[in-house]
């Protein structure tokens, strides 16, 4: 009988227990040394390690352009600090701290990025009007301290840009507020909340790169590479810099006897990860350690994306591992794509893996007339 408990009649329908969420540790072979030991001696990655030192050499920025972007940083710092210090008589904002970010401030800026990005916090209320203010009094200040200096404002959806016009150079500066102003957002007033909690978020991220890589030449190498194979492979766009970052250091300073492993080892590690899942539903993921409440960073994917960069990294590691580096490192044969297409190296025939992750057909009318129509039936038969 429909409702009918163990001990006594139904009166009701049965108690709802939440199913508790267990997260999946993906497999990892730097972390299972005492369970997998090695029954042979380690593979010769030294021909890796110097390819991929050339690799990031060349992605460096060379000197002169450094040179032409850290001029522009420390010219719109200097006013910065100023309005902070003596705002002579401005009042359309209060500052409450300036902090250089992105990959310019951590050292991971790849050659031809000529963009340098600032995240100012306000005490005020982050007012279109007022935003746009605050930027013409930094061009003004700019070019009342140096004549010759040829530069313009534009605006930008989380704040605004100082460029260089002379030699093509910016400084992006991202608006966010205190915590405490983010509900008083107005969305016609204001800049919109979305992106000013992520300005704020970007605050967060530096503060903890500065504390945690910032004295790690290894990890910024890394992550350059990184996010080089990232711009090259479409597979792996969904990864934001962020998430490049956190397992960029997961895979370089998370071992067992909490030594730092060589480049080589860990850029294998990096797409291995990937590989075996570590950024898919389920998994238990890279918590975000600048976020209060449990946040995995790879939940900002779609489940599609999420399976596109697994499947990706999976046919990336098997060249990698074959020996097949000059490839992904975009040493490739004209229109070859190493990711799509069935590869022959040294013999061995390397076919590219498909999507696992199947989007769920849409509903016809006459299928969710027929679902809609199921409760109801269900709930005569029980009466």
């Known amino acids: 009988m429909r409702g ?54 060349d992605l460096t920025p060379p000197e002169a352009e450094q040179q032409a972007l850290l001029n522009l940083v420390t010219k719109v710092q200097s006013v910065l600090d100023q309005i902070i210090v003596d705002p002579k008589g401005f009042d359309s904002c209060q500052i409450e701290e300036v902090r250089q970010v992105g990959s310019y401030r951590k050292g991971t800026m790849i050659a031809g990025h000529k963009t340098a990005d ?82 704020l978020a970007a605050l967060r991220h530096a503060r903890w790169f500065d504390d945690n890589g910032q004295n790690q030449p290894t990890v910024k190498i890394l992550i350059r590479l990184i996010r080089d194979l990232r711009n090259r492979f479409e597979g792996l766009q969904p990864l934001n810099p962020w998430m490049v970052d956190l397992l960029c250091h997961y895979s370089l300073m998370n071992t067992i006897d909490g030594a730092p492993l060589p480049l080589a080892e860990a850029y294998k590690r990096v797409l291995q990860l990937l590989a075996c899942g570590l950024f898919t539903p389920g998994s238990c993921g890279i918590q975000d350690p600048c976020e209060l409440n449990v946040i995995r960073v790879h939940t900002a994917m779609t489940v599609e994306e999420q399976d596109t960069v697994c499947m990706t990294a999976q046919n990336l590691a098997r060249h990698l591992l074959h020996g097949n580096f000059k490839a992904v490192l975009g040493d490739c044969k004209r229109g070859e794509a190493i990711e799509k297409d069935t590869c022959v190296f040294n013999g061995v025939v390397i076919t590219p893996l498909g999507p696992a992750y199947e989007k769920p057909q849409e509903k016809t009318e006459e299928e969710l007339e027929e679902s809609d129509a199921e409760p109801e039936e269900e709930g005569m038969q029980t009466e």
């Open 118 to 199: 600032f995240v100012i916090l306000l005490k005020t209320l982050p007012t279109e009007e007022a935003v746009m203010r605050l930027g013409q009094k930094i061009l003004e200040d700019l070019k009342s301290s140096d004549a010759t200096l040829e530069v313009s404002l534009t605006k930008d959806p989380c704040g605004f840009t100082i460029n260089s016009d002379s030699n093509g150079f910016s400084a992006r500066c991202l608006i966010t507020t205190v915590p405490p102003n983010m509900r008083k957002l107005e969305p016609d007033l204001h800049l919109p909340q979305r992106l000013v909690q992520n300005n």
């Open 4 to 57: 009918v408990m163990r001990g006594g009649r139904g009166i009701g329908p049965r108690p709802f227990f939440k199913k508790q969420f267990i997260p999946h540790i993906p497999f990892d072979l730097h972390l299972t040394g005492l369970v997998f030991q090695k029954v042979s001696a380690a593979w010769d990655d030294s021909e890796l390690a110097a390819a991929l030192l050339k690799k990031n050499q």
